[in-house]
């Protein structure tokens, strides 16, 4: 976890940001000495999420195909 002050962050936000994606928390002081923690906020979308894919397959041609695994 690394520490920056206010001034540090004013000047190079992109660097504090990197820090607190790569460590999972980064910490702000400020000049009257109070502290802030920075963390990314986890993603919703499942890894899992991902767009489908148009074979151009009737229902009828899929589960032939599901038929015909199953008999091997």
């Known amino acids: 976890m690394t520490t920056f002050t206010d001034e ?26 109070q502290e802030y923690a920075l963390r990314p906020v986890a993603s919703a979308a499942s890894p899992f999420d991902i767009p489908g894919v148009n074979l151009k397959l009737s229902a009828k041609e899929i589960v032939g195909f599901v038929r015909e695994g199953r008999e091997r």
Request: no cysteine.
């Open 8 to 33: 540090q962050v004013r000047q190079q936000l992109e660097t504090v940001l990197d820090a607190a994606r790569s460590d999972g928390e980064a910490r702000i002081r400020t000049r009257d000495g």
